[in-house]
């Protein structure tokens, strides 16, 4: 059975060519731009090829009860919003996606905003939303015969991909910047077998050398420039959507890093509006660290025009890039949908972070920019008490240890970082001391610490 309904249509020039005649870095051959996949059959108005709404609905539904591995996958369960494959039998999953999406009462509480909500994405198979992505772009890659593939990484990609390349037999080549990746991270690349290459440079320069080695030699890329990857990454927007009876919450946040994410979740709603199954599009915000901040820039300067890229500097190692690839569509994805994209301290992140884990929740430094940016939305008065925000959380608060252990310890930040932040950030730390090992003196730890029961 062919399920492969799709083309390739340049977001620069709009040309449109076949799955298979891109070249080996994604990039249209006319303007240098990137491609996204459309569905020519969805244009019709009715017809075989058009999905149809209300019988989505109920499919969708009904797959989470079956057992079958394509329905049990949160990004394969939503296939007809996705055929991309010659045979659904060639996908690559983990059962990625169905993450749960959390109420922060204390978040809600503390904002005025009645209804704050996580979606955690970091509750992934390897740890990260990039894994909705990967299980799309992988298959690709197998179903079209390459042996191997490859990403340049802040980390997480790098350790989706060595982990879905291992799931598929294929093998993988992991090149990331020498020493600004979480632990964490880089030991799931070995631990997953991939050839990883620690290059003295940072994301930016990792990937113009993955660049060249790609169109020397069949190695398949998948770094978000593959507009594969984005096929799967647009699953969350419906499975917000269907959580919340397709009546979509009025503030969606996204971290921005290379930009995919946020062009991605944009995408997935654009698609499920123009096939009716949702009615309006939620305003997507785009949040970034203030020492990688191109696109926040930009907007502040000529309204999301044209970017300057930066020299990244953040301790948000995963969103630590300074040229983001897919920064034109993640700012129409912003303009379309009346949103916002700002940037946020180091210590702005700190706090945020910890505020989430008091949640119970927890998340790498990346994503809690999310929360430190709806802070600055609420306070400009952009976000009504009355509306219903998601925050996209991409990763997993084990991802990056040494951060979280750095901030309660107190020495994360420089004081000049931290001043601003002080009162929040002492209220928020726990040390973990060292005590004698008898009853007394833990009860004694207990007695110090303000508001312990004892
Ligand atoms: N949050 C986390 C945890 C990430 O790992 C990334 C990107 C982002 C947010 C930003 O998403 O790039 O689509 O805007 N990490 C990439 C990587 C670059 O290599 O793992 P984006």
């Not at 009346?338 to 008091?358: F, Q, S």
């Not at 005590?435 to 003196?441: D, L, Q, R």
Request: glycine residues 10%; neutral net charge; contains cysteine.
């Amino acid at each position: 059975m062919n399920d492969n309904l799709h083309q390739l249509r340049c977001f620069g020039c709009g040309a449109r060519i076949r799955g298979d005649q891109a070249n080996p870095i994604f990039r249209c051959v006319e303007c240098d731009d990137l491609f996204e996949v459309e569905y020519p059959g969805w244009n019709q108005l009715r017809g075989t090829d058009r999905p149809n709404a209300g019988a989505l609905k109920w499919l969708w539904r009904e797959r989470r009860a079956s057992s079958e591995l394509l329905d049990r996958s949160g990004v394969w369960r939503f296939r007809e919003l996705l055929p991309i494959l010659d045979s659904f039998g060639n996908a690559v999953s983990l059962q990625e996606g169905n993450t749960p999406l959390y109420h922060l009462p204390r978040t809600s509480k503390a904002l005025g905003v009645a209804q704050v909500f996580a979606k955690h994405q970091g509750m992934n198979p390897t740890g990260s939303f990039k894994d909705t992505g990967m299980t799309s772009a992988l298959s690709v890659a197998k179903e079209r015969g390459f042996e191997w593939v490859a990403c340049a990484s802040t980390g997480n990609t790098s350790a989706a991909m060595a982990a879905y390349a291992a799931r598929a037999g294929m093998k993988s080549l992991v090149i990331i910047p020498d020493g600004k990746i979480a632990w964490g991270k880089l030991s799931q690349s070995m631990d997953y077998g991939a050839v990883t290459c620690q290059l003295a440079t940072d994301f930016d320069g990792c990937v113009r050398v993955l660049t060249s080695i790609v169109q020397q030699a069949p190695i398949y890329l998948l770094n978000s420039v593959n507009p594969y990857r984005l096929e799967g990454q647009k699953t969350p927007a419906l499975e917000i959507a269907e959580y919340f009876d397709w009546s979509v919450p009025e503030h969606i946040l996204v971290p921005g890093g290379n930009l995919a994410n946020s062009s991605a979740l944009g995408k997935g709603f654009r698609e499920m509006k123009a096939l009716g199954l949702i009615s309006r599009l939620p305003k997507i915000s785009v949040i970034q660290a203030e020492g990688a901040n191109p696109l926040a820039q930009s907007f502040r300067d000529n309204g999301g025009q044209s970017i300057v890229p930066v020299k990244a500097q953040t301790r948000a190692t995963a969103i630590r890039i300074g040229n983001p690839a897919s920064w034109r569509k993640a700012a129409q994805v912003v303009l379309e949908t009346g949103g916002w994209c700002l940037d946020v301290t180091e210590g702005e992140i700190a706090v945020a972070k910890a505020e989430l884990g008091r949640e119970g929740i927890g998340c790498e430094p990346a994503s809690a920019v999310t929360l430190a940016g709806l802070k600055k939305l609420v306070g400009e008065g952009k976000v009504a008490p009355s509306d219903t925000v998601v925050l996209l959380l991409t990763g997993h608060t084990l991802k990056d240890a040494d951060y979280t252990i750095d901030f309660h310890r107190g020495t994360l930040l420089k004081p000049e970082e931290a001043a601003p932040v002080l009162p929040e950030m002492e209220a928020l730390r726990r040390d973990a001391v060292k005590v004698e090992a008898t009853p007394e003196a833990v009860l004694a730890r207990l007695k110090e610490i303000q508001g312990g029961w004892v």
